[in-house]
C-alpha cells in the first residue's frame, strides 16, 4: 500500500481500483454483521468458501462478507449480485444448491425468497422487498456494497471524495457553512444542531481541539451505532477527519462500548487502513493538515453515552456526567474546546459534502432534517434497522416498512426513544416523526429505539420495566434521579401488585414531573418520560390496576390468576410436570387443579397445555 | 462586574462568582446539602435549584455550580423552584428522618406530610465526607463506589484504608450523622417541632420576599401586582 500524497493520486488510485472490478461478475453479499453472525452467517459463509474452492470457480465468483444490512429478522441474509436476489434464512446446508442453481443457471430458488407476511408473496429482488424499497438508505445503504475490512470497496464507492473535496476545494469556514445549512441535528438524542455546535467550537479560543465520536450506544434493543461502525467504519472516520479540518484538531477519540468486539475490531482495521494510505495521521493528502484518531473503549456504563459522562470517562475518571453549565465545545475533554457527536451524525458529514447541503436540506422535514435511522422491533413482522427519511409518519413505519403486528394482534402503542422516551398510543400513529413532534406526544428521538407494543403489552408493566432500567444506570449522583427513580419505582410496583391508591397516582405523576426539572444531567431529566407518557396516554390501566385490581392485558403476575377447566382437562399431566412451584394437583386421566396458594402465575401451564383448559383471568 | 437580575431586583457580583454565592450576599439564603464554601461545589443534593431565563423559556440550575451571566434572570424562590424543593426536601425526610438539619428544612418549607416510605437511611450521598478527606485532608482515603441505588461511600475495595489517619473530619462535615433530631417518631417520619416560619408572599406573587408574617415588603411594594 502506497501513501497518497495528493488528492489527485486519490483519484488515481480510485480509478484504478474501478478498472480491475468487473461489475457485471456474480457475486454473493454476505451479511456478517451481529445479528447474522449469531444465526450463523459465519458458517454459511465458510460454506461458500469451501464449495467455490472444490468446484474450482474462485476466478469466476466473488464472495463479500459485508456488515449488517438491517434485516436481521429474516438472516443469515444473503444477496446475489448483479441480480440482486435475496435469500433469507439461508443455512450452510442450502449453499450447494444456490451455487448449482443460482450462481451456474440463473434459476431462482422459492424456498429461501422472502414472503411478505401481509400478502403471502414470495419476493426475488432486494429492492422489491418493501422493507426495503420504502427507505432511504443514505448513511446505511453501503453496509450491503462494501467489505469494512477493505478501504478499496469504500474507495471504490466514492469513499474519502469528500474528504477530498474539504481539504482541496473549500476552506474550514466554507464547510461549517455548508454543514450550518444542511440543517443537521445530533443524531444521539438531544437533537442540538450539529453546526452550530461546530461553529462554537471553532469560534472558542484554545489548543488543541478535540473531537470525540460517541459510539456507547446503550438503549435495549437498539444497534444502529454498532452497524454503521461494524459495516461501514470508513465513513466515520472520513465525517470525523473531515470535522477535525473545519477546527483544526489533531486528534479524536473514538468511545466504543466494549461490548461490540466485532464494531472495535472492523474499525481498528479501517483506521490503520486509512493510515496506510495517508488518509489520517500527518499531512493527510499531502496537505498541512493531521489528524490521528485513537479508540477508547467504554466499560459498559449506560450513563457513559451522556456526553459530559462519556468525556470523563476518556479522561479515565468515574464516568459521571458534571454540570454542564460550560458547553464542552468551550471547555470540554481535559478543559480544551470539544466536539461531541453520535456515530450517526459523523456518518452523515461526507453526505453533506458531497452532496451540498441544498440536496440534504430538501429531506426531511421543516426542522428536522436528512434521514433517521430506527432499529424497529418489539411485536413487529419486520424487525431490523430502517433508515427514513424524517417526517415519516409511525403508520409507514410499522405497516408498510415492519410488515404490521404478527398473528393478527391489535396495535396499542410505540415506544421511542429508550428507556428514556414515551409510549404513543395507536390513535397518534398519523404522527410525523421528527425531534419536535415526538417531545410534543411526551417521547423523543433518542438514539433511535422504535418498540412496537401490541394488545397483550401492559403498559404499567413496561413504565416499571424502563424504571428499572434507569435505576440501575442512574449513575446515582443526583438525589433527585437516584432516590426519584427508587420512589416511582415503589409506586409503580404497588401499583401492579394491585395495593395502591389514587393519591399515590397523583404523587407518582408529581414526582415524576419533579424529576424531569431538577436532575442535572439527560438521564435524569428523561428518565420520567415512560411514566408520564403511560399516565398520559394509559390512565385508564393505571386505574383498573388501583380501583379494580386488575391487570387489562393480563400481565401483572399479581393480578392474575389461573385455573384449570375441569371440563376440557384430560389429565394428561403436562402441566403437572411443568409447573415449577408445584402448584398443580390430580390424578392421571382425571381433571387437574391448580393450587392458588402456591401459584406463582408465571404462565406456564398455559403455554404448555394443548387442550386450552388452562384460564387466565 | 457583572450585572444581573436577582428575584426582580438588578444587582451586579464579580466575574466568577457562582449564582449561591451571589445570592448570599445579598442575603437571599438557598438551602443546600452538599454545599461547604471550602469544598468544590457538587451539585448533588439539588436543593439549591433557583429558576434561570425568561419565564416561559425558564430551566432549573443548581446555583452551586452555575456561574453567573451578564444579564440573566435569576428566581430563587419561584413556585417552580419551591414545588421542586419540597418534594425533594419530602424524599430526604422519607429516606433520612433522623437529621435535624433535614428536619429543619422542613419546617422551613412547611413540607408537613410525608408521602412515601421511610427508610431510616443515614446516608443521602452528599459527598460532602468525599471532597473533605481528599480537598482539605489531602488523604483520598474514602470515595463514592457502585452505581445508582446501590452507590455508597466506602473505603477502597471496603477494607480498612491505610490512608485514614481518623481525623473524623467526615463527621464533622456530615449533616446527617452529628446533629440528630430527636423529634420523629416511627409512624410520622416527620417532626416539625420547629415549624414556624412560611413565605406568605409565594402564593400570591410567584416570589418570595421576606418570611416575615405579615409580609413587610409585599405591603411596602404596591406596584408589584399580584399574579392572576
Partial sequence: MKKINSPAELEKLRESILESMDKDKPCISICTGTGCSASGALEVASAFEALIKERGIEANIDTKLTGCHGFCEQGPLIVLKPRNILYCRVQPEDVGEIVDKTLLKEEILERLLYVNPVTGERIALEEEVPFYNKQLRLTFGNNGQLEPTKIEDYLALGGYASLRKALEEMTPQEVLEEVKASGLRGRGGAGFPTGRKWESCFNAPGYPKYLICNADEGDPGCFQDRSILEGNPHSVIEGMIIGAYVVNSPEGYVYVRREYPLAIKNLSIAIDQAKEYGLLGENILGSNFSFDIKINRGGGAFVCGESSASIASIEGKVGEPRDKHTHATEKGLWNKPTILNNVKTWANIPLIIEKGARWFSSIGTENSKGTMIFSLTGKVNNTGLVEVPMGITLKELVYDLGGGVPDGKKLKAVQTGGPSGGCIPERLLDLPVDYEKLTEAGSMMGSGGMIVMDEDTCMVDVAKYFLLFTQDESCGCCFSCREGITRMLEIMEDVSRGESSLEQLDLLGELAQVVKDSTMCGLGQSCPNPVLSTIRYFEDEYRAHIMDKECPAGVCRDLITFTINEELCNGCGVCLKKCPAEAIQGEKKEPHAIIQEKCTSCGICLEVCKYDAVNKK | ?228
Avoid: W
Avoid at chain 2, 413556585?79 to 428536619?103: F, G, H, N
Avoid at chain 2, 421511610?118 to 459527598?127: A, T, V
Avoid at chain 2, 417518631?185 to 417532626?191: G, L, N
Fill in chain 2, 1 to 228: 462586574m457583572i450585572k444581573f437580575t436577582l428575584n426582580g431586583t438588578e444587582v451586579s457580583v464579580e466575574k466568577g462568582t457562582t449564582l449561591l454565592e451571589a445570592a448570599n450576599f445579598y442575603g437571599i439564603e438557598i438551602p443546600t446539602l452538599c454545599y461547604d464554601e471550602g469544598l468544590t461545589p457538587y451539585g448533588a443534593c439539588r436543593l439549591c435549584l433557583v429558576e434561570i431565563g425568561e419565564p416561559g423559556r425558564s430551566r432549573l440550575v443548581s446555583s452551586c455550580t452555575y456561574r453567573v451571566r451578564e444579564g440573566m434572570i435569576v428566581r430563587t424562590h419561584s413556585e417552580r423552584v419551591v414545588k421542586s424543593r419540597k418534594m425533594l426536601i419530602e424524599l430526604y425526610l422519607a429516606t433520612c428522618p433522623s437529621s435535624k438539619v433535614i428536619q429543619d428544612l422542613a419546617s422551613n418549607y412547611h413540607v408537613t406530610s410525608v408521602r412515601f416510605r421511610p427508610k431510616n437511611e443515614d446516608c443521602i450521598l452528599c459527598g460532602l465526607c468525599v471532597r473533605m478527606c481528599d480537598e482539605q485532608m489531602q488523604a483520598k482515603a474514602i470515595s463514592f463506589i457502585n452505581r445508582g441505588g446501590r452507590r455508597l461511600v466506602s473505603t477502597p475495595f471496603e477494607r480498612k484504608s491505610e490512608d485514614c489517619r481518623l481525623c473524623g473530619a467526615c463527621m464533622y462535615i456530615c449533616p446527617t450523622c452529628q446533629a440528630r433530631c430527636q423529634g420523629p417518631q416511627e409512624e410520622s417520619t416527620i417532626c416539625n417541632a420547629c415549624l414556624n416560619l412560611s413565605p406568605p408572599c409565594l402564593e400570591h406573587f410567584d416570589d418570595v420576599m421576606c418570611y416575615m408574617d405579615p409580609c413587610v415588603a409585599c405591603e411596602l411594594d404596591t406596584k408589584r401586582k399580584p399574579k392572576e
